[in-house]
């Protein structure tokens, strides 16, 4: 079935073994979370989680144990593995007899992405395929339009699917961007200039990660999303200016006295971005802040007198953010 039919699904009735596999990690985790809170009750005491990939040959015995063992005051026993590829011969030996066989009172649940080659499981008996692949613009339009009205915001096909387009057709982003609009509107219909000002575009959204992995401290995030932002904007000179404008802004919200009412007037920013841009100010300090635009303007400077290449200019705002190194 397709993730979108799970929850209809899960309306009818306890299936025996999930199999949740796709590369989608949004569809992943919400359909295993869907389940488990549909069918487990006491989960300290009737869930259990193995790494698939350390279960191989006799080794899977103690997932079959698990399985079998009976829940406690309560009707099912869920047991989750994730990224479990047996091999014929493995399902043969320790799984068949369990999959044909399978105790009335437990689910198994299964996470895969796919990334690896291993028996068939999908045709395997008592197995319900869930396909969690990266979903088409349609469905994903379709899920930010049925979401934003269950929750009383209204809007258009076409804004839905501006949503979708903003994101990528990215679900983990997707559900983001539609759950930040629910917050922000709350009720009534949200309009195509909102969705232009709230939702993060793809460059932006980047810079936006860029951001929260200096603010964290993740050298090694921020150099994944620096590396693929250069790749798609060209040059180093569209890094530098993102944060510079970014941090810029967070230390305006931060070190001025105005309202957010006042502050969206000056930056020219919607009220809840500026209460966001607060937030995110707060937990980088303002003294860092000022440290930061500081060393960035200076980088930015010498790469325009010519002291610096472009890549010197980004590896001293690199050094300056996370060594403490000008």
């Known amino acids: 079935m397709e993730y979108t039919e799970l929850k209809q699904s899960i309306t009818e009735g306890a299936k025996s073994i999930y199999l949740l596999e796709g ?23 009737n ?30 026993r869920v047991v989750k593995v994730s990224e479990f590829y047996p091999t014929e011969n493995e399902y043969e030996n320790y799984l068949k007899n369990l999959f044909e066989n399978f105790p009335p009172s437990a689910i198994l649940i299964i996470v895969n992405t796919g990334a690896k080659k291993g028996v068939d499981l999908k045709r395997k008996h008592a197995v319900t395929f869930v396909n969690c692949g990266k979903a088409d613009p349609e469905t994903v339009s379709k899920w930010v339009y049925i979401t934003l009205r269950r929750a009383g915001v209204n809007t ?13 057709y990215n679900m983990a982003r997707v559900a983001v961007e539609v759950q930040k609009l629910i917050d922000y509107k709350q009720e009534g219909t949200l309009t195509r200039e909102e969705v232009d000002e709230l939702v993060f575009k793809d460059a932006d959204y980047r810079i936006y990660e860029l951001t929260n992995a200096a603010a964290s401290r993740n050298f090694t995030k921020f150099c994944e999303v620096a590396d693929e932002l250069q790749k798609k904007a060209g040059d180093e000179v569209f890094l530098l200016n993102g944060l510079f404008n970014y941090f810029k802004n967070l230390l305006t919200v931060i070190s001025s006295g105005e309202s957010n009412a006042e502050l969206s007037k000056l930056l020219k920013m919607k009220e809840f971005a500026v209460k966001k841009s607060r937030e995110q100010a707060e937990r980088i300090g303002q003294t860092r802040l000022e440290e930061w635009v500081g060393y960035i303007y200076s980088a930015i400077s010498d790469m325009k007198c010519g002291r610096l290449t472009p890549q010197s200019a980004l590896q001293t705002v690199e050094n300056a953010i996370f060594f403490g190194i000008g």
């Open 23 to 45: 590369d989608d990690a949004y569809f992943r985790m919400k359909g295993e979370e869907q389940i488990k809170s549909a069918f487990l009750e006491m989960p300290e005491l």
């Open 47 to 76: 869930f259990t989680s193995f790494d698939g990939e350390t279960l191989k040959g006799s080794g899977i015995s103690a997932l079959v144990s698990a399985v079998k063992n009976y829940p406690f005051m309560a009707e099912k």
């Open 156 to 168: 258009s096909t076409s804004c839905s699917e501006r949503i979708a387009e903003y994101c990528l």
